[in-house]
């Protein structure tokens, strides 16, 4: 008796997509019947399918009827802060991510993780409530994330590329963001630049590490005394620049980590009649909408949060396609606006 043909390998999502010539995300589209696809790209693709015997795995498609399938974004939660769910650039990224998944016809499941509850990032997809998890920050887990990377769970982080990785991450170069805040501030006047942020963080680590560097390459050892490590919360960073002038060490511009802390700086040097930028220049983290609106306007680094979105699901779709997915480091963009000496241009980053 002849032996049994070895059973051939299930067609994956990838593999369609690379036939008809398309990505990944229009892929399910397609499958899903979203109506923002064309009807004939749609039905190419459903024809193509069918000749090829593909069918979605029930899994992939949840367990409730037609529903599509859902993916959750896990967010970290502070239950003494709370910072991070409603400041502002975790509500634009999560608008971005929440576009990006109804355009590939997913349901989008919102999850908040606290530190002594991490397991809370694996249980909406071992109780299959959701196809993969997208998880907003590393804080202080990446060897817990690299677990869940060693026991298999499907997700993509939003966050820093960091040694010894074992997951897929999406984030900004902040080393980047860094020299290019410092740099403009060098070269509008300023020689003792204070950075307001925590560098336990690893993209404030980051960050940190380029306005080291920036000063550097001019010849500039900044002290100890100007990083001040500060949590992503506006009444510390109003707290740290009152303590800072009151005990120094003298400062004549200020880097931010994000936005939040630099608007909350410049609130806490007007009140001590510190003019900006004129007595000190200020630079935030991020372009919130609120940047361009504060009193001066204030010059940021920008992160381009809606191709973040995009990247985000378009790599995570990938991977529960069976593809291989490697970080990715989005561009930053320094927006020159009223906080500092520079002349005010839109998004054109400074000169290498």
Request: overall charge neutral; hydrophobic content about 40%.
């Amino acid at each position: 008796m002849d032996p049994k043909p070895p059973k051939p390998s299930r067609l994956q999502m990838a593999d369609i997509a690379r036939l008809a010539n398309v990505s990944i995300s229009t892929v399910s589209r397609a499958l899903s019947n979203h109506p923002r696809l064309s009807e004939e790209t749609r039905q190419r693709i459903h024809e193509l399918a069918r000749s090829l015997h593909y069918s979605v795995d029930a899994g992939a498609q949840m367990m409730r009827g037609k529903q599509p399938p859902t993916v959750a974004v896990a967010f970290p939660y502070h239950p003494t802060e709370r910072q991070h769910f409603k400041d502002p650039f975790f509500l634009a990224l999560i608008g971005a991510i929440g576009d990006a998944l109804i355009d590939s016809g997913h349901n989008m499941l919102i999850e908040a993780v606290q530190a002594d509850d991490f397991e809370r990032v694996a249980k909406p997809y071992e109780t299959r409530q959701c196809i993969g998890t997208i998880l907003l920050g590393q804080e202080h887990y990446h060897d817990r994330i690299n677990a869940l990377a060693v026991r298999g769970i499907p997700f993509v982080v939003w966050g820093a590329r960091l040694k010894d990785q074992l997951y897929c991450s999406v984030g900004s170069d902040n080393t980047l963001g860094g020299r290019q805040a410092t740099e403009h501030l060098l070269a509008h006047g300023a020689r003792r630049i204070l950075f307001l942020g925590d560098p336990s963080l690893p993209e404030i680590a980051q960050r940190h590490e380029g306005w080291l560097a920036a000063q550097r390459a001019h010849g500039i050892e900044p002290e100890a005394g100007l990083t001040r490590p500060v949590p992503f919360v506006p009444q510390a960073a109003r707290a740290e620049i009152e303590r800072v002038l009151a005990d120094g060490p003298a400062f004549d511009a200020v880097f931010a980590a994000s936005d939040r802390l630099a608007l909350a700086a410049m609130a806490a040097l007007q009140a001590r009649q510190r003019r900006v930028p004129q007595d000190v220049q200020v630079v935030g983290f991020d372009d919130i909408a609120l940047s361009a609106e504060a009193n001066p306007p204030l010059t940021t680094v920008r992160q381009d949060l809606e191709t973040a979105g995009k990247t985000l699901v378009e790599r995570l779709l990938a991977k529960l396609a069976g593809q291989a997915v490697e970080p990715v480091l989005l561009p930053t963009t320094l927006v020159v606006r009223g906080s500092t000496h520079g002349e005010p241009e839109s998004g054109r980053p400074p000169p290498a």
